[in-house]
């Protein structure tokens, strides 16, 4: 079972390290994953994603708090708009298949929103 986790772990570092290249695909939440599923199953691998220089602060912050820093709200808020207008845009032609991934957007960005900002 240690195994599993560990495997599924690490595809979370890796569809996270996607969501660097993709705007489409957030990084963040695979990267929470794969720390919490690191604490089931590697310790180290745990510890090396919360001392990681680009990843490491977020997670401690959300860990710790449950907190969002400033800069992340607006990238990811700004992000999600701009990936709403391509869908407008580019997308499906059914009105109510773009109203539904607005309205899952709008809650997503309602959730990141009101999150605290890290008090350090």
Do not use: N
């Not at 220089?53 to 912050?61: A, E, K, M, N, V």
């Not at 709403?84 to 298949?97: A, E, H, K, M, N």
């Amino acid at each position: 079972m240690r195994l599993l986790i560990l495997g599924f772990a690490w595809l979370m570092v890796g569809i996270g390290l996607v969501g660097v290249f993709l705007p489409v695909l957030p990084t963040t939440p695979f990267m929470i994953l794969a720390a919490a599923l690191f604490a089931h199953s590697s310790p180290r691998f745990e510890q090396w994603l919360l001392d990681h220089p680009r990843y490491g602060q977020p997670l401690i912050d959300w860990r710790r708090e449950g907190a969002i820093s400033q800069k992340a709200k607006i990238a990811s808020v700004s992000l999600m708009t701009l990936s709403y207008g391509i869908v407008l845009v580019f997308g499906p032609p059914q009105l109510w298949l773009k109203l539904m991934i607005g309205v899952i957007l709008v809650a997503c960005a309602a959730f990141i929103l009101t999150r605290p900002a890290p008090g350090r």
